[in-house]
């Protein structure tokens, strides 16, 4: 039915949202500044640069940003180390896709650096054919940039893709792409995601059998 399939990367591909909710805690406390959970998880797959100007309340210039950026995912890197795992049930999506034929990529709210954290400590990246990072694209979710920026690049329609996502920012970037869209319950609650009206609606990807 689909041609291929595009996953978000934090909280979808691996469930590390709580090492990203402790490190965004740590960075702020670090600044002299606060941010709570609630936050961290309302704001989830926006960019960095969205996260900074509200935990300085100002607009933090692109470089100071940067910077900024550099030192909180490296923080995020060396807390989820230890914890690093594909998420329950993934890698039977994975082979299932590959032996139907179906196209795989990757779009994400997260820097590059992370992206390779992830898919070099799993040792899944040739699995990938393309990958779209927060670096090849204007707006962050809920617009769809990403979503569209990948699908142009795999050379396909948006209602060619399924979108995987675990949060309420993705699930509505993949409406606006005009994509199908599964959510899994690994960030929000069920009844949060619920709201969304996603396709398919999951705590685990073990639960999807055929697409």
Same mark, same amino acid.
């Given at each position: 039915?689909?041609?291929a399939?595009?996953?978000?990367?934090?909280?979808?591909?691996?469930?590390?949202c709580?090492?990203?909710?402790? $490190?965004?805690? =740590?960075?702020?406390? #670090?600044?002299?500044?606060? *941010?709570?959970e609630?936050?961290?998880l &309302?704001?989830?797959?926006?960019?960095?640069? !969205?996260?900074?100007?509200? *935990?300085?309340?100002?607009?933090?210039?692109?470089?100071e940003?940067?910077? +900024?950026t @550099?030192?909180?995912?490296? +923080?995020? #890197?060396?807390? !989820?180390?230890?914890?690093?795992?594909?998420?329950?049930? +993934?890698?039977? %999506?994975?082979?299932?896709a590959?032996?139907?034929?179906? @196209?795989?990529?990757?779009?994400?709210?997260?820097?590059?650096?992370?992206?390779?954290?992830?898919?070099?400590?799993?040792? %899944?990246?040739?699995?990938?054919?393309? *990958?779209?990072?927060? $670096?090849? !694209?204007?707006?962050?979710?809920?617009?769809?940039?990403?979503?569209?920026?990948?699908?142009s690049?795999?050379?396909l =329609?948006?209602?060619e893709?399924?979108?995987?996502e675990?949060?309420?920012?993705?699930?509505?970037?993949?409406?606006?792409?005009?994509?199908?869209?599964?959510?899994?319950?690994a960030?929000?609650?069920r009844d949060?995601?619920?709201?969304?009206s996603? &396709?398919?609606?999951?705590?685990?990807?073990?639960?999807?059998?055929? +697409?």
């Amino acid at each position: 039915m689909f041609k291929a399939y595009i996953f978000d990367m934090d909280g979808t591909l691996v469930d590390n949202c709580r090492w990203h909710v402790l $490190s965004w805690q =740590e960075f702020a406390r #670090r600044h002299g500044r606060g *941010i709570s959970e609630r936050q961290v998880l &309302d704001w989830m797959g926006a960019t960095s640069s !969205y996260y900074m100007d509200r *935990i300085f309340g100002r607009s933090v210039p692109p470089d100071e940003c940067a910077e +900024l950026t @550099r030192e909180k995912e490296a +923080l995020y #890197r060396e807390m !989820y180390a230890p914890h690093l795992r594909l998420a329950d049930g +993934l890698r039977g %999506i994975l082979e299932g896709a590959r032996a139907k034929g179906v @196209r795989l990529a990757i779009a994400t709210g997260g820097s590059m650096d992370n992206v390779d954290f992830v898919l070099d400590g799993l040792g %899944i990246r040739s699995r990938f054919e393309t *990958i779209v990072d927060a $670096s090849q !694209y204007a707006r962050g979710k809920p617009a769809p940039d990403c979503y569209l920026e990948t699908a142009s690049r795999l050379g396909l =329609e948006p209602r060619e893709c399924l979108v995987f996502e675990d949060a309420v920012g993705g699930v509505r970037a993949a409406r606006a792409a005009g994509m199908k869209v599964v959510a899994v319950t690994a960030t929000m609650p069920r009844d949060v995601l619920a709201a969304e009206s996603p &396709d398919w609606l999951v705590d685990s990807f073990a639960e999807l059998g055929e +697409l």
